[in-house]
């Protein structure tokens, strides 16, 4: 099989998968691949751009989602939901997302959707803004926490857990006043 970026991207997704981020090297991905490292800066310029390339594999998964077709809050949920998912379908799955030296197309895409939800209901550019920065940092750091500590909950636990808290955060953004 010929090395492409596809190639390189589906290995490196397994073998985060098994290894988790702090243990993830290229050069054991190379090994993986039967190829020399280098092999994989031909088509990853480097290990922080393939890790990019991870994450916004990741986000597209959420992005491939259909988000209902209610009311803003309800979408919105759907979406944080829908990323959550993904990122929890993934080894360490937040915190590639998180740590994302430059966001590329589907990152800018989910934001851009999750700001326009807050626009169309007639919050300013910085208060929705604000908003889905809100709803990310919510998200971006129970799901860290959730990986990272594995504190022992069950999967349902932890999902009712997260939607109390992501009912807070979306009570609390209801109460903006918008000129819809």
Known sequence: MPLTPAVVLDAAIAHLDEVGL???????????????????????????ALLDAVAERIIGEACAVPVPDE????????????????????????????EMG??????????????????????DGPTAEAA??????????????????KRGHQRAEADSRFAFGLSLVLAGLRTIPTAV
């Open 102 to 123: 430059e966001p590329g197309p589907m990152a800018q895409a989910f934001i851009e959707r999750l700001r326009r939800l807050f626009t169309d209901v007639g919050m």
């Open 22 to 48: 702090d243990t993830f090297s290229t050069r054991k991905l190379a090994a993986r691949l039967g190829v020399q490292v280098g092999a994989l800066y031909w088509h990853y310029p480097s290990k922080q």
């Open 71 to 98: 009311d803003w809050p309800e979408q919105a949920g759907a979406m944080i939901g829908a990323l959550r998912a993904a990122m929890l379908a993934h080894t360490d799955g937040a915190r590639l997302i998180v």
């Open 132 to 149: 889905a920065d809100v709803l990310t940092s919510y998200l971006n750091g129970y799901t860290i926490e959730e990986q990272a500590h």
